[in-house]
């Protein structure tokens, strides 16, 4: 699968190479509060939204959990020792409490 970026608000996008439709990752898509229009879509789906305009393919890679940080209070996952999301102080991720 290949991450693609479209506009913010964007919630679900239907190819019109294989006809699936596909939703905003994130649990906050079907709650119809979508933050960023991040999709996976296969390579070829991928490949002709963006040559279709409006959005880019995102160049982020993945990462080893043990670089991240973990919110013990609402389960975040972050880079920071302090959570993005409420505050609270976060433990490094794969480390037990």
Known sequence: MTRVIVADG???IDSPLSGTRYYARGARAL???VRGGVFDMT????????RMGGA???EAGTARRSLGWRCLACGFG????TCGRCGA????????G
Do not use: F, T, W
């Not at 390579?43 to 963006?50: F, G, I, R, S, W």
């Not at 972050?78 to 020792?81: E, G, I, P, Q, V």
């Not at 102080?89 to 037990?96: A, L, M, N, P, S």
């Open 10 to 12: 964007c919630h679900q």
């Open 31 to 33: 709650e119809g509060n």
């Open 43 to 50: 390579p070829a789906d991928a490949a002709m939204a963006v």
């Open 56 to 58: 880019i393919a995102s």
């Open 78 to 81: 972050s880079y920071l020792k």
């Open 89 to 96: 102080e976060c433990q490094r991720e794969g480390v037990r």
